[in-house]
């Protein structure tokens, strides 16, 4: 089991960069995968980023070369790294965890991208 707690997100102007940052309750080493899920207002959840206990990340399409995930093993955290930000970017954040074939889910955090 595992407790995600997320922090960042906030309003923005296009163009404008955000941090988002989860924190685990348990070495990250000892999860499977970590990543953000967005879900924007009338569509579906979409996958935006993970990284795997070995280092591998995805990121979808959409996302590739302006958000960048990273780990802090220090402190159990994974954060998104989100420049050049745009409008359909708009939505809410959630953070996940894989343990052990188990998904866990953060609170979910705003981010709204102005034009």
Do not use: H
């Not at 954060?79 to 409008?87: E, G, V």
């Amino acid at each position: 089991q595992v407790q995600l707690v997320e922090s960042g997100g906030g309003l923005v102007q296009a163009g404008g960069s955000l941090r988002l940052s989860c924190a685990a309750s348990r070495n990250i080493f000892s999860i499977n995968t970590m990543g953000w899920y967005r879900q924007a207002p009338g569509k579906q959840r979409e996958l935006v980023a993970r990284m795997t206990s070995g280092g591998s990340t995805f990121y979808t399409d959409s996302v590739k070369g302006r958000f960048t995930i990273s780990r802090d093993i220090a402190k159990n955290t994974v954060s998104l790294q989100m420049n050049s930000l745009k409008p359909e970017d708009t939505a809410v954040y959630y953070c996940y965890a894989v343990v052990m074939g188990s998904m866990y889910w953060g609170q979910g955090t705003q981010v709204t991208v102005s034009s």
